[in-house]
């Protein structure tokens, strides 16, 4: 079984000579003149399962290509099944950065009294300047407001009726540390307190709203990832399971020549981390691909709106976390159809 | 070496395979068992093969009772036994080195003895030549070598065989036997199962002869002429192992 000599059983005499005894430098335990000989028994089990595990590895992932299309199929429905929650998790990461952006960003909009002096704002602005709150500050003055108003409002030509400016000059502060929606409030309070102000304007309603939908994404993406781990393990289980019924023959002579289950199982389990494995790496390059093409919509979207969304693009902690993921779960997959299946083949 | 003392088996279905059959091998000892199909014989194989569990009695092998055994244990103790089957139950994904590997694969033994034991099994039954062929290739004796090579390459203390002449022509047949006569001379005790009574009393060794289910005799060679000639030539292979291979792959053109 765990030979992988046995990839190439078609080709007598094509490997003739170096095939015949593959690893035999490789074995560097056992030396019948060591004292202590149940440790060297000990050491030469431990060598012998370790090598099973390195042949049973490399023999089951040279199985994948005996019956490709199989394997590929197999290995599809892996990473379609794996991909689909991965790409809701990544939405889902790309609107939380782009909220985190934003909240990043939630400033407080300071509305002062239309009559401060000049002299005034200076003061309070070099005073909220040393503020340990406040890691930012910026003053626009009533008329660039006006300015601003204009150019972006349509109402232009209105505006240019009105004898005065109805526009306060504004402080624009960017609180400091992290964003912490009930600190902001109480700093926007603190900051209405001050005689020179007017109102202190914090809107955080929407960034609240967009949080709880995004966190209902995130638990969309997880249950289906459950849902769809099952899946998965279900696939994997069924296909060790032809495996085991199509090595019916061969399970038969290692159990009678003294092969324990331990060493029938493993090639299996082997097969199944193949599978589960070469799934998740699917599933990523899926991911990335689609990223990548949705990537060119989304950013001309994006810039229509002055933003700059565009989705994050599945990096290497994912690639890992997909892999592994995949391939824990083939493991798994194939354990709870090779302990059962296994068994049941006795001579 | 193989002890058996008042040993029942009877199947689920309530075939009773063997009653109380009692019988002591002693170490290095060569006999055969025969007797009708259906006698018991793949039956006994299979108790000291622990593949069966008796029903009643006891089987020591090597003054260990089986019945003790915990079935984790089945594994190492099957490592001791070497099997000789009547349809070879070879690999054919595979060479016939790795074929014959399996045993020593499965036990661990490392990979500088492997492939000198290998060989040297294959050099015994005469197949040296053909370690890269695939066994499909090979004709029935020859494949009937491979299974041999193969249960005696890890130098077992016991060496079992179910009918592992009975596709072969008298020639070959004297030729595989010849291959036990000589891994008993090496101590190596040795039970074929068999109903080649021509080839029992040409070699002249310790017969065992069931009859439905119990022990009729436990004679040597010169009284082989107990097992009625008119049961054996009634016969049809399909007892026991036979049964039990046709879940496999079905045998492969001999010759």
Redesign the interface.
């Known amino acids: ?3 992988a ?2 990839a190439s ?2 080709r ?5 000579g170096t095939a ?5 430098g ?2 560097t ?2 030396s019948t003149k060591t004292p202590g000989a149940e440790r060297n028994s000990k050491n ?2 431990f ?3 370790l ?2 595990h390195r042949e049973s590895a490399a023999h089951g992932f040279v199985r994948l290509f005996v019956e490709p299309l199989q394997s590929v199929m197999t290995a599809l429905v892996i990473a379609i099944a794996l991909a689909l929650p991965a790409a809701l998790y990544v939405l889902v990461a790309s609107v939380q950065q782009m909220g985190g952006d934003l909240d990043a960003s939630a400033r407080i909009t300071v509305f002062l009294h239309r009559d401060a002096t000049a002299s005034t704002i200076e003061t309070l602005r070099s005073t909220w300047a040393a503020d340990s709150e406040i890691a930012e500050l910026e003053y626009i003055p009533a008329a660039i407001a006006l300015e601003d108003f204009k150019a972006h409002s349509g109402f232009g030509d209105v505006l240019d009726l009105l004898d005065e400016n109805p526009l306060p000059p504004v402080l624009l502060v960017n609180p400091a540390g992290k964003p912490d929606a009930e600190r902001i409030a109480a700093l926007a309070a603190r900051l209405e307190g001050d005689p020179r102000v007017d109102a202190a304007q914090l809107d955080m309603l929407w960034l609240k709203r967009l949080n709880s939908i995004l966190t209902t994404g995130r638990q969309v993406a997880f249950a289906l990832a459950a849902v769809l781990a099952l899946g998965v393990l279900l696939i994997i289980g069924n296909t060790i399971r032809l495996a085991v019924e199509s090595r ?3 399970i ?10 331990a ?1 029938v199982r493993r090639p299996f389990l082997y097969n199944g981390l193949w599978y589960g494995a070469s799934g998740g790496l699917l599933s990523w390059v899926m991911v990335a691909v689609g990223c990548w093409w949705l990537n060119i919509s989304v950013e001309r979207l994006a810039a229509l709106y002055q933003s700059q969304l565009a989705l994050l693009n599945p990096g290497i902690v994912e690639l890992a976390v997909l892999v592994c993921g995949g391939g824990l779960l083939g493991v798994l997959g194939a354990w709870l159809a090779v302990g059962r299946h296994v068994a049941a083949i ?2 | 070496m193989i002890q058996f003392d008042q040993v029942r088996k009877r199947y689920p279905g309530g075939h009773e395979a063997l009653n109380s059959v009692s019988f002591e091998l002693e170490t290095g000892a060569f006999a055969f068992l025969t007797g009708h199909s259906g006698a018991g014989k793949s039956t006994l194989l299979k108790l000291v093969m622990l593949m069966e569990r008796p029903t009643h009695g006891q089987v020591l092998i090597n003054g260990r009772n089986l019945s003790r055994l915990h079935k984790s244990q089945i594994p190492h103790y099957r490592r001791n036994i070497g099997v000789v089957f009547q349809n070879h139950h070879l690999l054919f994904d595979r060479s016939v080195y790795d074929n014959v590997a399996l045993p020593l694969l499965v036990s661990g033994y490392p990979a500088r003895d492997i492939g000198r034991r290998v060989r040297a099994a294959l050099d015994k039954v005469g197949l040296l030549d053909k370690e890269r062929q695939n066994p499909v290739e090979l004709s029935g004796g020859e494949q009937q070598r491979v299974g041999i090579a193969r249960a005696v390459v890890h130098t077992p203390r016991i060496l079992l065989a179910d009918e592992p002449t009975g596709n072969l022509d008298p020639a070959l047949s004297e030729e595989i036997m010849n291959l036990f006569r000589d891994f008993n001379d090496i101590g190596v005790t040795v039970l074929i199962a068999t109903h080649d009574i021509a080839l029992i009393s040409r070699m002249g060794h310790h017969v065992l002869t069931l009859q439905n289910g119990e022990m009729l005799s436990s004679d040597s060679a010169s009284s082989a002429s107990l097992v009625q000639p008119e049961i054996v030539q009634s016969e049809i292979v399909t007892s026991g192992m036979a049964e039990q291979a046709t879940t496999a792959k079905p045998d492969f053109p001999h010759g």
């Open positions: 079984m765990g030979n000599k046995g059983p078609k007598p005499g094509a490997t003739r015949r005894n593959p690893k035999a490789e074995t335990e056992r030469r089990r060598a012998a399962a090598r099973h019916r023959e061969e038969l002579v290692v159990k009678l020549v003294g092969g324990t289950d060493f006795e001579p």
